[in-house]
């Protein structure tokens, strides 16, 4: 009798451990993480991620296209934000620390006199930042998809809020303002 429910007791600790486990595996199994044939995460990032990010994209005003036509650094800039845009990270991963820096530098040294203002240098800056942490982040192993598209983010906003600025100098420089004496 003893013996009995020492059975009935183990088996239903057992039955308890068993119904445990397997809810656990459930949901492990709802955590999906994208992986490659090495097992590691996976950082690739598609144009349909960067859709998903929230945020404002302002693009260049019909006045203010005139002058960055001309401006090649500036729409080598652009170019590296739109292929960012559509997922390609190629720019970052072929020595660009050192093409980074240099694009950088001659955009400054290079930007029209009509855009060269404290507000858009300092916008300027932003992109600057955010272009060498995307760089940095996108050579890393140890970068998760998610800080890759957190980053991206941070690049796609910066370059919108130059432009936005842009935008912004031109109208009001296009503005009539009368002063009074």
Known sequence: DRFSKYIIMNTKFLFACVLLLCLSCKKTNQTITETTDDGEKSQVVTEKDILRLDYLDFGIDHRVLPIVETWREFNQLQNIVDNAKKGDLSYFKIDAKKNLTTLLNDIKTTIPDTLNTPSI???????????????????????????????????????????????????????????LF
């Open 121 to 179: 240098l300092a916008r300027l800056k932003v992109v600057e930042t955010t272009l060498n942490k995307t760089e940095s982040l996108s050579n890393l192993s140890t970068t998760s998809k998610q800080e890759l598209l957190d980053t991206l983010k941070e690049l796609l906003e910066a370059f919108s809020n130059l432009c936005f600025q842009m935008n912004k100098k031109l109208e009001n420089d296009s503005q009539p303002i009368e002063r």
